[in-house]
């Protein structure tokens, strides 16, 4: 069935879906600040224009709320996801030349990089870093932490930064349609869901289905399974 999903009102903060109070969780106080990295690996050849790959970076992330938002509490100690500014975010490219690393150098420098910790209150909960082997061969690396996206928002934030990217090197119009709603319109609406009487009706329903009074093992005595 089509689910619509409108857009949520302008307010400071929003609360967050159980999948990210989940693993906000799991980051702030169960040792989980690294596990929740999902990463990517690209390979550039040909020229490369730093300075127009961190703009590329820069026009994405104003494009996707979640890519601005930090997860902090208010004043009544809720947590809650707030979302920057288009001027308040600021992403940075990290550029490493790294043309005379070894192999071995070459992995450990990606595996530190992969190991990066976020900082859920202050960071862009993305990172970029550029390998420059030599001046046509790059290695281009993604960090995004797993509380606002996956491993297919991944794969749509790799391709508009590409996209973008294209585009400003070659001086065109940055052709990408307009988003119809943003991850906050997604968690507004379920929260609701998940408040709502049709949810709980729904959820007793199952309760009831799943309940069941298992027999007692009668056991003879002497015998036991190996």
Do not use: C
Not at 41 to 50: D, V, Y
Not at 184 to 198: G, I, Q, R, V
Request: glycine fraction near 2%.
């Amino acid at each position: 069935s089509n689910i619509s999903i409108s857009k949520a009102k302008v307010m400071e903060s929003y609360p967050l879906t159980p999948t990210q109070y989940f693993m906000w969780f799991t980051h702030e106080y169960l040792g989980g600040n690294k596990a929740y990295n999902i990463t990517s690996t690209l390979k550039l050849s040909g020229k490369l224009n730093a300075t127009l790959l961190e703009q590329a970076f820069q026009k994405v992330v104003e494009r996707h709320e979640s890519l601005r938002t930090i997860f902090r509490k208010n004043q009544k100690e809720e947590i809650q996801q707030y979302i920057r500014t288009k001027e308040e975010a600021n992403f940075k490219l990290q550029t490493i030349v790294s043309e005379d690393s070894s192999v071995v150098q070459l992995h450990n420098q990606i595996k530190k990089e992969y190991q990066k910790a976020f900082d859920l209150e202050k960071d862009l909960l993305l990172s970029a870093t550029l390998l420059k082997r030599n001046e046509e061969e790059h290695i281009l690396l993604f960090v995004l932490h797993h509380i606002i996206g996956d491993g297919w928002s991944l794969q749509i934030l790799t391709r508009e930064v590409m996209l973008v990217y294209n585009s400003l090197v070659h001086n065109q119009e940055i052709q990408l349609a307009e988003l119809s709603i943003q991850y906050k319109d997604y968690s507004e609406w379920l929260n609701e869901k998940l408040t709502s009487s049709e949810y709980h009706n729904k959820l007793e329903y199952w309760k009831q289905q799943f309940e069941t009074n298992s027999p007692l093992l009668n056991l003879v005595p002497g015998k036991r399974p190996v």
